[in-house]
């Protein structure tokens, strides 16, 4: 067993460790989330309505969005969907931002029907 005091200096690194282990990616620059968040609300919006409400595209409520995994959302968002008007994002997106929208369009937008 180890002493103590080695305990104590140990254990704080290994809980902050655990996110690491778990699979866990790095935040995003908040700059980054916020200019995003404009993407998702003009870009995105420009097809699925400013308010994600619907337009030319269907509505994105969560409970929508919800029947997709997280990566498999992320991969619509950086692919398209072939047979429809929904472009890919791959060129102007990174697999960790797509990732990012994804969660945010999963749980933060006011939208749920």
């Keep these: 067993m180890l002493p103590p005091v080695l305990l104590r200096l140990l254990l704080p690194l290994a809980i902050g460790a655990l996110p690491l282990a778990a699979g866990a990616e790095p935040s995003l620059p ?10 998702l609300y003009q870009d995105c ?4 309505g400013m308010t994600l409400r619907g337009g030319l595209g269907p ?6 969005m919800n029947a997709y995994s997280r990566d498999g959302l992320a991969a ?9 008007a929904m472009p890919g994002w ?8 797509a990732r990012w929208l994804a969660d945010h369009l999963q749980n933060d937008t006011p939208l749920d029907e």
């Design 30 to 39: 908040a700059e980054r989330e916020s200019e995003l968040e404009t993407l």
């Design 45 to 48: 919006g420009s097809c699925h």
């Design 59 to 64: 509505a994105l409520p969560q409970s929508r």
């Design 76 to 84: 619509l968002i950086l692919h398209g969907v072939e047979g429809t």
């Design 90 to 97: 791959e060129g102007l997106l990174t697999e960790q931002e």
